[in-house]
């Protein structure tokens, strides 16, 4: 059972005297009545006997970011309760409901129902937080944050609650300025009839969809603002799907607007992609499919009865008016007001300044952030998030237990990865950091170029990553390319560093326990206690000696003889007279050993097969120079009676025919799944160990 929701009565002169604070009050119960987490929807109505209340680590946001910092912090073991009455992680955050954002691509290419992708909020803090006596180390608060105070460590809320912390993480989010576009949210309202729509939302990614099958000539625009948007290349996904399902349905006319759909792609970007590698890749494909391209054209009014887009243009140039049939609109981005005018932010863009490596913020130590809120310069993506939240937690851990006084531990490089759908059934699978240097999970492990989409990858973004979101990343345990986070490894060492916040000594907790270095990836597709061990048992040395002699035995048995390794002397071997043994009395007669087993040849297979003569291998020559792909190695052996191997040997096919025969295995390679992959270059790894 989930610890209730309490907010004790202390505040910071009060923290060195636990014995002089009231008693735990239940927030909107009478006294004694404990309401469970599983309840917690409506904790931002209750208001409590206390206006202040003290936490270790107040986590603002329970999005992709919030949820996997404040449960990689519970599972860390820093806060196993020792002290029931002590409060330790506090989560804030106004909606009811959690959304899997990347998901929305999907439901607007039709693969999917948005309501797939929503959980109840209350739900992801049930029991996902619990420690071994049932009691929650998370507190989930249904409110707003008003204000920072930094300078005083606290936080004023929507409600009027203030909320004193030790360390406090800021991850509530980007701001999506629907008004930013003159007409846009007009245009929303009504979807059908202004042809407008929007991924970016999950009240309008279903209307996605349906005006993609509805049409079937005329002028489609797809948008991209200028500027941070989360998941820069969701713009693009929603228009590859389009231009691959108006292909199949025989409406695409790239070259004729009379008979088909033409698309458009304005980006106030300069390019397609902001990594590199990946930007030239998409811009081939974009004018390899016929596709127009407005770059820096920043998408600023709708006329929704008129169906007219207008863009401003670089350089002082006039704005553009284009009519359109079909528009996808991407509103602007950036800080949320209350974070841009707060203390935290930075004096340039607005979000959370902090340290592009630690997370920490700049100026003031005790607070950090990761996401959508934070400076960190990389695209903001949950796949970012996977891999910034084990850093901010290690850090944060730290200073815990240091006061403040060690060292980071841990680096974010800026990993990130954006999955791009390009049709129905591959993926470009972007991976890159801080410069937009390419940082590719499987092209470093397997070989493999990301920048040319694979259907492996597709499975990936359809159906593993929301799986596994929903399966581990908002419970704690998921670290992106890293693999999954073993609960059980993350616990300090040391039982002291489950403490109350009144104790006045730290734990002695070792830098490396948060240092996530040591925990066990489980990323594989065989057990991690098998994943080095050959694929099967070495062949006995004895059994494929050559000099060897096998004998049946009546019972069934084998029974093999092979000559000692050592030279032959007079006392190694019973070939060369012996004078000590020339006296010994004759054994007396037995049943004489089976005959030896005849060797498993390709002439004992094939009866009466013979050498083959210079004639037949000149025969054979011809055939296999006459028609290399009919006539094969085995073909050529089964009829000549020889090997494939004297066939390759004697007859080698053309260059051309290998080339051709290994580009077909290479497209056969393309179509296995991931799960394959993984399994054939494990078990080729596993052969180097035989």
């Known amino acids: 059972m989930a610890r209730s929701i309490t907010f004790a009565v202390k505040t910071s002169s009060q923290r060195a005297n636990a014995a002089s604070a009231p008693a735990p009050v239940a927030l909107n119960a009478p006294t004694g009545v404990r309401r469970s987490i599983a309840t917690v929807a409506d904790a931002s109505a209750a208001i409590g006997i206390a206006r202040t209340h003290s936490y270790r680590v107040v986590v603002v946001g329970a999005g992709a970011a919030g949820q996997a910092v404040s449960h990689q912090l519970a599972l860390s073991g820093f806060f196993d309760a020792g002290d029931s009455s002590a409060q330790n992680i506090l989560v804030i955050d106004p909606s009811e409901t959690h959304d899997y954002q990347p998901g929305w691509t999907l439901v607007g290419a039709g693969l999917k129902p948005k309501e797939e992708f929503r959980k109840p909020m209350r739900e992801l803090f049930a029991t996902s937080s619990e420690d071994a006596q049932g009691q929650s180390k998370i507190d989930h608060l249904q409110d707003a944050v008003e204000s920072f105070e930094p300078e005083k460590n606290r936080i004023e809320t929507r409600d009027g609650r203030t909320i004193e912390y030790e360390q406090l993480v800021v991850c509530p989010g980007i701001h999506i300025n629907w008004a930013g576009i003159e007409g846009l949210e007009e245009a929303l309202r009504d979807a059908k009839s202004s042809g407008v729509s929007s991924i970016y939302s999950y009240d309008t990614c279903s209307d996605v969809f349906p005006l993609i099958t509805s049409l079937d ?37 790239p070259s004729d607007p009379s008979k088909g759909v033409q698309i458009t792609f304005a980006t106030g ?77 930075a004096a340039e863009g607005g979000f959370v300044d902090v340290d592009q490596a630690t997370t920490q913020h700049k100026k003031y130590k005790n607070i950090w952030s990761i996401g959508d809120s934070s400076s960190l310069a990389t695209s903001k993506t949950t796949a970012a998030i996977a891999s910034q939240a084990p850093v901010l937690v290690a ?100 039982a002291s560093s489950a403490r109350s916040i009144h104790t006045a000594s730290r734990p002695s907790i070792s830098p490396r326990r948060f240092a996530f270095g040591n925990q066990t990836r489980t990323f594989s597709s065989s057990p991690a206690t098998s994943r080095n061990t050959p694929a099967r048992r070495p062949r006995d040395p004895l059994a494929v000696d050559r000099s060897a002699m096998h004998h049946r035995l009546p019972t069934g048995e084998t029974f093999i003889v092979r000559p000692p390794p050592s030279a032959p002397s007079p006392y190694t071997s019973t070939l060369t007279p012996n004078p000590i043994l020339d006296g010994i009395a004759a054994a007396p007669p037995s049943p004489a050993l089976p005959p030896p087993i005849k060797p498993r040849t390709r002439s004992s297979v094939l009866p009466g097969s013979q050498p083959l003569t210079a004639q037949q291998i000149l025969q054979l020559q011809a055939l296999r120079k006459e028609d290399p792909l009919k006539n094969t190695a085995s073909k050529l052996a089964k009829q000549f009676g020889c090997s494939p191997t004297f066939v390759r040997i004697a007859a080698p096919a053309p260059k051309e025919i290998k080339e051709l025969r290994s580009s077909a295995l290479d497209a056969l390679r393309r179509t296995w799944g991931l799960r394959k992959q993984v399994a054939r270059t494990e078990k080729a790894e596993r052969r180097k160990l035989w």
């Open 395 to 494: 850090n944060l851990l730290q200073a815990l237990a240091s006061d403040g006084k060690a060292m980071s531990v841990a680096a974010y490089d800026g990993y990130t990865s954006c999955p791009l759908l390009t049709e129905y059934g591959k993926v470009l699978l972007a991976e890159f950091k801080y410069g937009g240097v390419p940082k590719e999970t499987f092209g470093n492990a397997f070989g493999i170029d990301q920048a040319v989409p694979r259907r492996a990858f597709y499975y990936l973004k359809k159906d593993f990553f929301p799986w596994v979101y929903f399966n581990s990343h908002v419970k704690g345990t998921w670290q992106g390319p890293k693999g999954f986070l073993n609960a059980a490894k993350l616990a300090p060492s040391s």
């Open 269 to 345: 970007m300069p390019t397609m992609f902001s990594a590199p590698k990946y930007s030239k890749v998409l811009d081939e494909m974009r004018q390899e499919r016929q596709v127009e391209g407005l770059f820096q054209h920043d998408l600023v009014k709708i006329d929704p009865k008129r169906k007219v887009a207008t863009f401003n243009r670089p350089d002082g140039q006039s704005p553009l008016e284009k009519q359109y049939d079909l528009l996808h609109a991407t509103p602007p981005m950036g800080p949320l007001p209350w974070i841009k005018s707060s203390p935290l932010a």
């Open 217 to 253: 000539r005329g002028r489609a625009i797809f948008t991209q603002p200028a500027g941070f948007i989360k998941c820069a290349g969701a713009p693009q996904k929603a228009m590859w799907l389009a231009l691959d399902h108006w292909k199949q349905r025989g409406v695409f006319s």
